[in-house]
């Protein structure tokens, strides 16, 4: 009876998030549990993102295998999550004879709950930055294959010592297309059993054209329970359930497991994605789906055992069918063009810069080189090393070469028992002599 209370209670719960006016905006910002901005969620909302709190929220997050997320919810291991990610457990279980897809499924009982076989859950524990271990084979001179090769050897090797240290799934995950790389640790769980889903077409209500809309009037949810040793696990982290619900106006963090982003893209690259791949996958996809309604066409049988499959190709045909109409806008490419110009421009000054301080750099190793020959000098190089601070990476090299020069020059003057004045005035008037003579 409790069970039934609560799945009506939840329902009714997505109904009402679902028609909240889209005068609720989100902000931007995605983060990593390890690099959430603290201080600007502060100053802008005045909400404290402790460790604690992140802690709590990290181990109540789920993770599935199939790439899909949910959350604890209950003490005793129940999640929450969507129905469209465990579809396929609802057609593995399913029979010809018993259709959880067409008739949904409630388990009276924690007896009833379904074993799910091919599920299995992940709850982060640790996240580390292994970028150097990463990058430590990679030499100067590899080819880009090389390079990746000792990479994909050393992500290996990390992942394995892990996983045989802590006995926690380990996996290395690339951030910033390469520019990072974190080992994330997980608690994993394979025994997880089905407790409720909800008819297909009440998940799935209003179909492949409601798909990607808000709002959107559907009971997209499952629950399903976490077992270990056969007894279902003890959940300190859960979120609890709110009678009153979500306030308009009231700042939301949603955790998850989230896909990956394209944002670093180049413009050649995303060309390439509107001119050749992009629509030769849609019609790849686009042929697959005939097929597939050819074969459903045939009997009820045959329409369960394909139904998971054309949802999935449907819903990558609307997915990719939006990133084309994004591409096609001239005025979004025309953005990232000058977006990418702005980046490269800053990379030429840049390298511009470098070389103009390494060409600096060689000038001086030649002048204190011949000035370093000349007897009485060593006062000015002294005044100019103590000078000079090393202030900026640009700065060192010019400094150590100074540094260097002085001590040799020093230590000449005194091994000939030549007399340095220690007035830094006499080495400028010096200089000024010199360069007064030499334009004589």
């Known amino acids: 009876m409790k069970i039934r209370q609560f799945l009506c209670a939840l329902i009714l719960a997505l109904f009402t998030l679902q028609t909240i006016p889209l005068t609720a905006m989100a902000d931007e910002g995605m983060w990593p549990f390890n690099n959430v901005p603290r201080a600007e969620i502060k100053r802008k909302y ?28 209950s003490s005793d291991g129940l999640v929450l999550t969507n129905y469209h990610i465990v579809e396929d457990i609802v057609g593995e279980v399913s029979t010809a004879e018993k259709d959880y897809a067409k008739e949904g499924f409630v388990a009276p009982t924690r007896a009833d709950e379904i074993k799910a076989p091919s599920l299995e859950l992940n709850v982060l524990q640790s996240i580390e930055d292994v970028t150097e271990r990463v990058n430590a084979n990679v030499k ?10 000792a990479r994909r050897a050393a992500i290996s090797t990390i992942e394995a010592d892990s996983t045989k240290t802590t006995g926690l799934r380990s996996d290395v995950v690339t951030l910033y297309q390469g520019g990072q790389y974190n080992l994330y640790r997980y608690k ?27 709002p959107r009037f559907n009971i997209d949810m499952a629950l399903v329970r976490v077992y270990e040793n056969d007894q279902p696990i003890k959940v300190e982290n859960y979120f609890q359930w709110s009678n009153t619900g979500a306030k308009e106006g009231e ?4 955790t998850g497991h989230p896909g990956n982003t394209s944002r670093l893209n180049t413009v050649a690259h ?48 609307k997915v990719y069918k939006g990133q084309l109409a994004g591409l096609q806008d001239k005025s979004l490419m025309a953005r990232k063009q000058k977006a990418e110009q702005a980046c490269v421009g800053l990379l030429i000054r840049t390298l511009e810069r470098r070389k103009s301080t390494a060409t600096r750099g060689m000038r001086l190793q030649r002048l204190t080189s011949r000035y370093a020959s000349m007897p009485g000098n060593a ?27 002085r001590s040799r020059t020093l230590n000449g003057y005194q091994s000939s028992q030549t007399h340095v004045e220690p007035n830094w005035k006499w080495g400028c008037i010096r200089r000024r002599r010199s360069m007064t003579t030499s334009k004589n």
């Not at 100067?140 to 090769?149: F, I, Q």
């Not at 994993?188 to 808000?214: H, I, M």
């Not at 995303?270 to 686009?286: F, T």
């Open 251 to 254: 700042l939301v963090f949603v």
């Open 379 to 405: 006062g000015f190089l002294t005044l100019l090393v103590d000078s000079i601070q090393p202030s900026s990476p640009m700065h060192e090299h010019s400094y150590g070469l100074l540094k260097r020069t």
């Open 270 to 317: 995303l060309e390439s994605l509107r001119d050749v791949s992009i629509p030769l996958l849609l019609r790849m996809l686009e042929s697959r789906r005939e097929m597939l309604k050819q074969y459903m066409a045939q009997g009820e049988e045959q329409t369960r055992r394909a139904q998971n499959e054309l949802n999935s190709i449907e819903n990558s045909i």
């Open 46 to 73: 005045g909400f404290e993102v402790t460790d604690e709190w992140l802690r709590k929220v990290q181990l109540a997050s789920v993770r599935f295998n199939n790439g899909g997320s949910g959350s604890f919810v």
């Open 140 to 149: 100067d001179g590899m080819t880009s294959a090389e390079a990746n090769a």
């Open 188 to 214: 994993k769980y394979t025994d997880v059993r089905l407790v409720f889903v909800p008819e297909f077409q009440a998940a799935f209500f209003g179909g492949d054209p409601d798909n990607f809309n808000f």
